[in-house]
């Protein structure tokens, strides 16, 4: 079946710092790639997603390249705020619309 | 902007107590998924629901679990005699243009 597979947290960073969240998938077939972001207490949000292979997702700073060959989508932002401070998953969606999360990567930014 | 809206926000109830938790999905939305989270882990599928029929299901959504759409807004997971590891975040969400839309998620407490 299909897997998502995140770097393992929780990720400590200092405002302004590079962010790095890995992500690999395994699917079958041509599945869309997602992140997605949970701030404390609230659900979860549509951080950005790519369709296609090679497709780069952007939002509020973050990108994301589906990457085919290495079955990636690693989250990227150069230089992240404490405003960050959020849980992140990683997410595949199939044909069906079914959805397969990541464990999901705590990340917490300190002034 | 159109929202998937969640009802109860919270519900605390007994062991044993029949819930039933409440979505509105998008209106113009034809796929419908309940999401699972219990505190501190990864979301997980419960179901899909396609055409007022279940169109996949995963190994959590057993015989206490059912789904419903009673009328043409609301849908509805119902636990039938809830268990404390029936304690969760639960997730509606709704297909359109590609893209799941979340609610803001229903906490369930057994006690």
């Known amino acids: 079946g299909d897997s998502v597979t995140q770097m393992e947290g929780p990720v400590t960073l200092s405002e302004e710092a590079f962010l790095t969240i890995n992500c690999t998938y395994t699917?079958?077939?041509?599945?869309?790639l997602f992140w997605y972001v949970q701030y404390p207490g609230e659900g979860l949000q549509l951080l950005l997603k790519?369709?296609?292979?090679?497709d780069k997702g952007s939002n509020k700073g973050f990108e994301a390249t589906y990457r085919k060959e290495t079955t990636s989508f690693h989250l990227e932002k150069g230089s992240v705020q404490v405003s960050d401070s959020a849980v992140y998953f990683c997410?595949?969606?199939?044909?069906?619309?079914?959805?397969?999360f990541g464990d999901g990567t705590t990340l917490t930014v300190k002034p | 902007e159109p929202e998937v809206t969640q009802t109860p926000s919270h519900q605390v109830t007994q062991m044993g107590q029949e819930v039933i938790l409440r979505c509105v999905p998008i209106s113009n939305h034809l796929y419908f998924y309940w999401y699972r989270q219990i505190l501190g882990q990864k979301v997980e599928f419960l179901v899909s629901?396609?055409?007022?029929?279940?169109?996949?299901k995963s190994e959590i959504f057993d015989d206490q679990f059912s789904v419903e759409r009673p009328d043409g807004s609301n849908f509805t997971l119902k636990i039938r005699s809830t268990k404390l590891e029936d304690s969760a975040m639960y997730f509606c969400a709704s297909l359109g243009a590609g893209e799941l839309f979340f609610g803001e998620g229903s906490r369930l407490t057994v006690l």
């Open positions: 699917a079958t077939g041509y599945p869309s």
């Open positions: 997410a595949l969606e199939d044909n069906a619309g079914k959805s397969t």
């Open positions: 790519a369709t296609k292979a090679d």
């Open positions: 629901f396609y055409n007022n029929e279940i169109s996949e």
